[in-house]
């Protein structure tokens, strides 16, 4: 089984801080990343997805990453009470179009 | 469009009780998803769908479980018989194929309880 790690949190910050939110996942064959957002009671939605090395940038959102390290981020700025939810990281495995997902990180922004 | 369509929102039922969830994905998109969701476990991917056609039903728990998808507008999953160990929520997604967007667009979920 292919595995996808996050710390479950809660991470909490400070409005207006950067919030970093980690993943880390065990198959070197994963081409695509992809974080998605899900508020208490509702369904997961997608933020960002990547599939270099590298940042990618989307608004107050940053994606990073390292396949040498297996290790794929989320950087929030600027971070806002409407973004305190649950993030969870996903990676596609292989040549498959099976998308495993982490068991989320629980973000807290502090007014 | 509507988004993914997800019945019943909320379930609940008696072990032993046969359970259907459904589920009417976005017209045009190729894929199906059906993923569960535990505090436990957290979103563990089921059985996915191409045009139809169950390509990997490796994350069938067991042989209590079945998932059909008889047209491109409708798919059900069914649990027979249940155990309280099915109390989850569960999502049907749907997407385009890859090379044409990865992402997944989710259902509201099916929230089942069994007693």
């Known amino acids: 089984q292919k595995e996808v790690e996050q710390n479950s949190g809660p991470l909490s910050v400070p409005e207006g801080a950067i919030a970093s939110l980690n993943c880390t996942y065990s198959d070197r064959g994963s081409q695509s990343f992809f974080w998605y957002r899900q508020y208490s009671g509702k369904s997961p939605e997608l933020i960002m997805s990547?599939?270099?090395?590298g940042d990618k940038e989307d608004g107050r959102f940053t994606a990073q990453l390292n396949k040498a390290s297996q290790y794929v981020s989320l950087l929030i700025r600027d971070s806002q009470p409407s973004d305190s939810a649950t993030y969870l990281c996903a990676v596609r495995v292989d040549s498959s179009y099976k998308l495993i997902f982490g068991s989320g990180t629980r973000l807290l922004v502090r007014p | 469009d509507a988004g993914v369509i997800q019945s019943p929102r909320h379930e609940v039922t008696e072990m032993g009780q046969e359970v259907t969830l459904r589920c009417k994905p976005i017209?045009?998109?190729?894929?199906l998803f059906w993923y569960r969701q535990t505090m436990m476990r957290g979103l563990e991917l089921l059985i996915y769908f191409n045009n139809n056609v169950p390509i990997d039903d490796s994350g069938m728990p067991e042989d209590r479980f079945s998932a059909k998808m008889p047209n491109a507008s409708f798919s059900t999953l069914k649990i027979q018989p249940s155990e309280p160990r099915d109390s989850a929520v569960y999502f049907c997604?749907?997407?385009?194929?890859?090379?044409?967007?990865?992402?997944?667009?989710f259902g509201s979920g099916t929230q089942l309880s069994v007693l």
């Open positions: 990547i599939y270099s090395n």
């Open positions: 997604a749907s997407s385009l194929a890859p090379g044409l967007g990865e992402k997944l667009f």
């Open positions: 017209s045009g998109h190729d894929y």
